[in-house]
């Protein structure tokens, strides 16, 4: 515990960083009252002071190190007219607030704004490896059942990988799910997917923004050792009542929101609230609207059942609610809680359902005589998955979390410090008997405590932001100490060179192995505290998973519509904890050691040009497995991954909105099928039975090449036509027609090794969706 003395102690001494005067403040919407993310905020003061800045998600700003004197905030967004206001700084220790708007139609107009607020977020944050975007980003390309949602958008990232339709789950740069920590507002969601693959746990009108890190992450993230993605809600509107009503053949959901006590155009305090709900409509459309999209084989029905009868066999419901208190200086308190529910049933062949539920409160707090900025969350969720299977034994498992972090940031000249404390209280539960018989039963509770430093400094065309992290993981006694580094090089206002890396950790891991090619269950365990042996017949030093990460890569504006981004990647994963499945006794290991590496490359094109998106990701990965016998392909391993997208808003004031979205995928491995062998029935006579007269069951012999074999490439066309009909300034109708797999490409799913039959993931699939706003 010295090391997190030593934390604490350098922590406090950051009170001292930049005491001098200060400006700061937030811009908000005037219409909305909802922040300006990354819009730009000038400061023209004495001696030709000329500084700049941009708003963070929240709309904040800061310049510190101020002399006295006489000062112009200059606010600049595109798409708004730019706004100035005078700030006066009377003594060198003053903190002066400002609470800034700007309007499409109001404000003082400056001048022409011809630089995107995402190419000056580009120039000032490092972003290596990482991806912004926002719900109206989301909502801009085709989307299955014209319902967009961020399971769908996130497989158009580069480095992003998508198993399936049905059951599918991302691998982000050859990391696995457990491996990726997905936040709601600070709070981990452990499954945030639900059994079709095409719909999250999220409401897409719900979202301000999403940061997507694909590798590389900085110290305040820790706890996942493959990606990060974090995303913030917004606030319900301040000012009026308003909401949405949304019905398809997939799903039909609501949205409501408004303000408790209206915002308050002096002091901009205000409460509000927003609601959101969906459910699934498959289990009563799908029979009759998509019976041809389900093949019988896929179920294994008995031959009395008609699998278009059951259709697609996909029910889920998600409810989301947030009450928020903003105060007048910035400061804001959040309340929101969630109940997730999701249920695949096909009657007397399998049944998995699950349950996610957590509330949490999150605040920012900005003191108005300190030169720091406080944020925090406080949460507790249970996630529970339980799975039924004919001629199989029942699974379950469960893990509890309790969180709570604070958070500390201080603003320089054209710097930051940051650092943080939190703690993670974890219960698993999880029993599984593997196909030997053997019961695996395992019930932990565990506590992480974790803390961390960042600082950021610009210093000429360099931004470097070294970080630190120190994780301590209570069930092994151990602490892992992980240097972060990120940096970028502004070579022109065109051209920058970006890096970044670091050591990561993590003590949870899931039921699933990398060597599964379908599998609805994922389960959570955390890292055991018995002895495990790695690769090479070694005990571990401890039994946690662990990586390095190594990114580089460069970026450049071609132009003011046109920017590419290529990036390179390695991942070293040192240490991978696997459950051993394959354990035939009770003295055998529960858990197995391995090691693996992914590394490859990313090449992106986007095109903005007025109401027209046009975009397109390459992305070349290796991703393998070593567990001391052989090296082998995971099941996810993609060598080449393509993606395009794009949108086009045209009509009478764009009242038509046309998208396309394509993906190609070369093939996923597999372990080939080399022969069959009756399996004798060892539950009457384990020591001598029958041969001749037993009627055991046909058991696989695999190829002793572990995924030496490839299944076939995988390409799909979605399309979307929406039209918008106004109906005064603040209703109005979208309906939008979409048609998923438009060519109706057969992409193999898996083929069943008893069979040989061929089950494919889901055809042409057209839809319609009517959406009204109010």
């Not at 706004?83 to 800034?100: D, G, H, N, P, W």
Request: charged fraction near 20%.
């Amino acid at each position: 515990m010295r090391f997190f003395s030593f934390l604490l102690l350098l922590c406090l001494s950051a009170t001292a960083f930049g005491q001098s005067a200060i400006i700061r403040g937030n811009v908000f919407d005037e219409e909305t009252g909802e922040p300006i993310s990354f819009g730009t905020v000038q400061l023209l003061g004495p001696d030709d002071l000329n500084r700049g800045e941009n708003t963070d998600v929240d709309g904040f700003f800061s310049f510190a190190n101020l002399p006295v004197g006489d000062f112009t905030l200059i606010v600049r967004y595109v798409g708004y007219d730019s706004t100035a206001t005078a700030v006066t700084i009377a003594r060198e220790s003053q903190i002066e607030y400002k609470r800034l708007t700007i309007s499409v139609d109001g404000g003082v107009k400056l001048e022409t704004v011809s630089v995107s607020a995402r190419r000056e977020q580009a120039r000032s944050d490092v972003a290596v490896a990482k991806v912004t975007f926002s719900g109206e980003e989301i909502m801009a390309i085709p989307a299955t059942g014209g319902e967009p949602d961020i399971a769908q958008y996130l497989t158009v990232l580069p480095g992003v990988v998508s198993t399936g339709d049905q059951g599918g789950q991302l691998y982000i740069r050859g990391g696995s799910p457990v491996q990726n920590k997905l936040l709601l507002d600070g709070m981990t969601i452990y499954n945030p997917f639900h059994s079709i693959g095409l719909f999250s746990v999220f409401e897409t009108e719900a979202i301000r923004s999403a940061d997507v890190y694909t590798g590389g992450f900085n110290a305040e993230y820790g706890g996942r050792i493959s990606a990060i993605v974090d995303i913030k809600t917004r606030e319900g509107d301040k000012k009026k009542f308003s909401g949405l009503v949304s019905a398809s053949p997939f799903q039909a959901k609501v949205l409501a929101e408004g303000p408790i006590k209206k915002l308050d155009p002096e002091t901009g305090s205000s409460v509000s609230f927003l609601v959101t709900g969906k459910r699934s409509l498959l289990a009563e459309t799908s029979p009759n609207l998509y019976g041809y999209a389900v093949q019988e084989n896929f179920f294994n029905l008995e031959d009395s059942v008609d699998a278009k009868d059951i259709g697609l066999p996909y029910d889920y419901q998600d409810i989301y609610g947030k009450i928020s208190f903003v105060g007048g200086n910035g400061s804001k308190l959040n309340l929101f809680g969630f109940n997730y529910t999701d249920d695949f049933l096909v009657p007397g062949v399998a049944n998995l359902d699950w349950t996610n539920s957590g509330g949490a409160a999150s605040f920012n707090v900005v003191p108005p005589s300190s030169n720091v900025v406080i944020d925090g969350v406080i949460s507790a969720s249970n996630y529970q998955v339980n799975l039924s299977e004919r001629n199989s034994t029942p699974r379950s498992s469960s893990i509890a979390n309790y969180v709570a972090q604070l958070n500390f940031t201080y603003f320089g000249d054209g710097a930051s410090f940051a650092y943080g404390f939190d703690y993670n209280g974890l219960n698993t539960n999880f029993t599984f008997v593997n196909p030997v018989g053997i019961t695996f039963e395992q019930e932990d509770f565990t506590t992480e405590l974790n803390g961390y430093v960042k600082y950021k400094k610009k210093i000429g065309n360099l931004i470097i932001e070294p970080g630190l992290r120190a994780q301590y993981y209570a069930s092994q006694n151990a602490i892992s100490i992980e240097p972060r580094f990120g940096m970028k090089y502004n070579a022109s206002t065109k051209l920058r060179f970006k890096a970044a890396g670091g050591l990561y950790s993590q003590n949870l891991i899931s039921t699933q192995n990398d060597l599964d090619i379908v599998n609805f269950f994922s389960g959570f365990l955390v890292g055991p505290e018995g002895t495990i042996f790695d690769s090479n017949g070694e005990a571990t030093d401890d039994n946690l998973q662990k990586a390095i990460h190594a990114i580089g890569g460069v970026e450049y504006d071609v132009n003011k519509d046109i920017t590419v981004n290529i990036e390179g990647y390695y991942k070293g994963f040192n240490q991978l904890i696997e459950l051993n499945r394959n354990k035939l006794s009770a003295q055998d290991a529960n858990f197995i050691a391995l090691d693996g590496v992914a590394y490859g490359g990313d090449v992106s094109v986007e095109y903005r040009k007025g109401s027209l998106l046009l975009a397109s990701n390459y992305s070349l990965g290796f991703v393998t497995r070593d567990d001391g016998f052989e090296e082998y392909p995971t099941s996810f391993d993609r060598r080449h991954n393509v993606n395009a997208y794009g949108s086009y808003a045209f009509g009478k004031d764009q009242q038509w909105l046309a998208g396309f979205k394509f993906n190609f995928g070369s093939a996923f491995p597999f372990t080939e099928t080399v022969g069959f062998v009756e399996e004798p029935d060892l539950s009457t006579n384990p020591i001598t039975p029958n041969v001749l007269t037993g009627n055991g069951s046909l058991g696989v012999l695999l190829s002793g090449d572990r995924n030496g074999g490839r299944l076939s490439d995988f390409h799909r066309l979605d399309l979307s036509l929406q039209r918008t009909f106004n109906f005064g300034e603040s209703s109005r109708l979208e309906i939008t027609a979409s048609v998923t797999n438009a060519y109706n490409r057969e992409n193999i799913f898996y083929v069943d090794r008893i069979s040989n039959e061929r089950v494919d993931q889901l055809p042409i699939l057209p839809s319609l969706n009517a959406t009204f706003y109010w």
